[in-house]
């Protein structure tokens, strides 16, 4: 809005400018009038015819005055000076050309034209400012639309984390031996449900620590486990028996139990990226007895889990 009203104020200006000069050139050209200088005709008297006695007497006097006055020096040709303000015809051509140039150049329908030239290229300019400043503001808009839209998926979409494990004791039916099964939990704690989930998990009971260079590569015969997650749900995925005595041995830092995996998953708004979690923990304690069944009471066995200080991160700080 602002941007009309300077550009109507400025094309009002222009227009008022050209026809106040159009309005003084006229005045001014019908007053301003070439000089026309004349000389006064001066007038002469006539005179008669001498008659023939006449004309022998006076040149009878000529001859006597030149015996008495010898002839002088000849007169000295007179220079002709123009004065000024007495156009010659030569000067007055040349005055004529340039006031019909000057005229020309000043003429109302020259100035005219001049005026219309200036008010197009102003028009012009005004409507290159004005595409400009909508394009700014196109740009200005679609900047704010990326961010609200960034920012409603940010707010919105699904946030997959690792919940932690859980553990619960079996007798074995066989000779009535006491074992674990040892279970991962996910949380969805987004608004929005995940769509084509997909989880990897792995359960390494080792006798040595993981090496430093362990590349954490996936077992491509390892079958993925599609799911979905509710918005503010959980899952329980993958499962790992072990024994009692196991346990005993990783409590006695005699074994180490790792757990390792990843989640991959996209969210419900269209074109965005493929979202992973990675997690790795590894069973820093053991408390009460593995040998024996879980009692809240009498035997709450406890399996410490930590994370491990590679492979735990999500999205963008992932290295693929």
């Given at each position: 809005?602002?941007?009309?009203?300077?550009?109507?104020?400025?094309?009002?200006?222009?227009?008022?400018?050209?026809?106040?000069?159009?309005?003084?050139?006229?005045?001014?050209?019908?007053?301003?009038?070439?000089?026309?200088?004349?000389?006064?005709?001066?007038?002469?008297?006539?005179?008669?015819?001498?008659?023939?006695?006449?004309?022998?007497?006076?040149?009878?006097?000529?001859?006597?005055?030149?015996?008495?006055?010898?002839?002088?020096?000849?007169?000295?040709?007179?220079?002709?000076?123009?004065?000024?303000g007495i156009p010659t015809q030569e000067n007055t051509a040349?005055?004529?050309?340039?006031?019909?140039?000057?005229?020309?150049?000043?003429?109302?329908?020259?100035?005219?034209?001049?005026?219309?030239?200036?008010?197009?290229?102003?028009?012009?300019?005004?409507?290159?400012?004005?595409?400009?400043?909508?394009?700014?503001?196109?740009?200005?808009?679609?900047?704010?639309?990326?961010?609200?839209?960034?920012?409603?998926?940010?707010s919105q979409r699904a946030y997959l984390h690792f919940g932690?494990?859980?553990?619960?004791?079996?007798?074995?039916?066989?000779?009535?031996?006491?074992?674990?099964?040892?279970?991962?939990?996910?949380?969805?704690?987004?608004?929005?449900?995940?769509?084509?989930?997909?989880?990897?998990?792995h359960f390494d009971l080792r006798s040595d620590e993981l090496?430093?260079?362990?590349?954490?590569?996936?077992?491509?015969?390892?079958?993925?486990?599609?799911?979905?997650?509710?918005?503010?749900?959980?899952?329980?995925?993958?499962?790992?028996?072990?024994?009692?005595?196991?346990?005993?041995?990783?409590?006695?830092?005699?074994?180490?139990?790792?757990?390792?995996?990843?989640?991959?998953?996209?969210?419900?708004?269209?074109?965005?990226?493929?979202?992973?979690?990675?997690?790795?923990?590894?069973?820093?304690?053991?408390?009460?007895?593995?040998?024996?069944?879980?009692?809240?009471?009498?035997?709450?066995?406890?399996?410490?889990?930590?994370?491990?200080?590679?492979?735990?991160?999500?999205?963008?700080?992932?290295?693929?």
């Amino acid at each position: 809005m602002k941007l009309s009203k300077l550009s109507f104020s400025l094309i009002s200006i222009m227009l008022a400018w050209v026809l106040s000069g159009q309005n003084q050139m006229v005045n001014g050209s019908e007053s301003h009038q070439p000089l026309k200088s004349s000389e006064s005709s001066k007038s002469q008297p006539i005179s008669e015819a001498p008659s023939p006695r006449g004309v022998q007497q006076s040149q009878s006097d000529t001859k006597d005055n030149q015996r008495q006055h010898p002839p002088s020096k000849p007169p000295e040709p007179s220079i002709v000076i123009d004065k000024p303000g007495i156009p010659t015809q030569e000067n007055t051509a040349i005055n004529q050309s340039e006031d019909s140039f000057i005229e020309k150049a000043f003429a109302p329908s020259t100035l005219a034209g001049w005026g219309q030239t200036v008010v197009a290229a102003l028009g012009l300019l005004v409507i290159w400012l004005t595409l400009r400043a909508i394009r700014e503001q196109v740009e200005a808009n679609k900047e704010s639309v990326d961010i609200a839209k960034l920012s409603m998926e940010a707010s919105q979409r699904a946030y997959l984390h690792f919940g932690g494990c859980r553990w619960i004791s079996h007798p074995d039916n066989r000779d009535g031996h006491i074992f674990w099964a040892i279970r991962t939990r996910w949380v969805n704690s987004g608004n929005t449900p995940t769509r084509k989930l997909c989880f990897r998990i792995h359960f390494d009971l080792r006798s040595d620590e993981l090496p430093a260079d362990f590349g954490f590569t996936e077992d491509s015969q390892a079958p993925d486990v599609p799911a979905l997650v509710y918005p503010k749900g959980e899952i329980i995925v993958g499962i790992f028996h072990i024994n009692g005595d196991d346990l005993v041995a990783i409590s006695q830092g005699k074994k180490h139990l790792y757990v390792w995996g990843c989640a991959k998953y996209r969210d419900v708004f269209p074109g965005t990226k493929e979202h992973i979690t990675k997690v790795c923990l590894f069973a820093r304690n053991i408390t009460g007895d593995p040998m024996l069944p879980w009692d809240e009471k009498t035997n709450p066995v406890d399996i410490v889990f930590a994370s491990y200080h590679r492979h735990n991160c999500a999205d963008e700080d992932c290295v693929q």
